[in-house]
């Protein structure tokens, strides 16, 4: 991982990054969902009131990636990661990701949810790699986009 890489919690300063970075992503990838749209343009409104959290990589000090922990009824959400394509390869997925496990068992929760797609083979390996199994998914999911559903215990 590299080593000049710091992963801080939100803050109002490096909002714009959340939707840039992540609006990059699936466009590249998919395609910006209404859901998707609401979630990035006002992630104070639906992340962090409702109990949610959001975390900026630094890389030497410059934004380069974010991820977030979504409350939903009963569990915590894995969302919105992304990382600058510029700085891929540095492993600062892994860091994000590794990040969240640590703060949900610090947290004291039982387990951490995502929904992803297959054909992200990279994230799919980077999930399982880091103790995260695959469950059935729902028929009814928020994301039009996803086909698999994944969970790690803690």
């Known amino acids: 991982m590299a080593n000049n890489l710091e992963i801080v919690p939100y803050k109002e300063i490096y909002s714009n990054f959340f939707y840039t970075l992540n609006a990059a992503w699936l466009k590249k990838y998919f395609y910006i969902e209404p859901y998707d749209e609401k979630v990035l343009s006002d992630p104070n409104k639906y992340i962090l009131d409702s109990g949610g959290f959001v975390f900026f990589a630094l890389y030497n000090s410059e934004v380069v990636g974010v991820i977030s922990l979504i409350k939903q009824n009963d569990f915590y959400e894995l969302s919105k990661m992304a990382v600058d394509p510029k700085f891929q390869g540095l492993k600062i997925g892994h860091g994000l990701v590794k990040h969240c496990i640590s703060f949900g068992r610090q947290k004291g929760w039982k387990n951490i949810i995502l929904y ?38 803690l």
């Open 116 to 153: 992803s797609h297959r054909s992200l083979e990279t994230a799919i390996y980077l999930y399982k790699k880091l103790g995260f199994i695959e469950i059935p998914l729902e028929k009814e999911v928020h994301y039009e986009r996803a086909n698999i559903k994944m969970e790690i215990t």
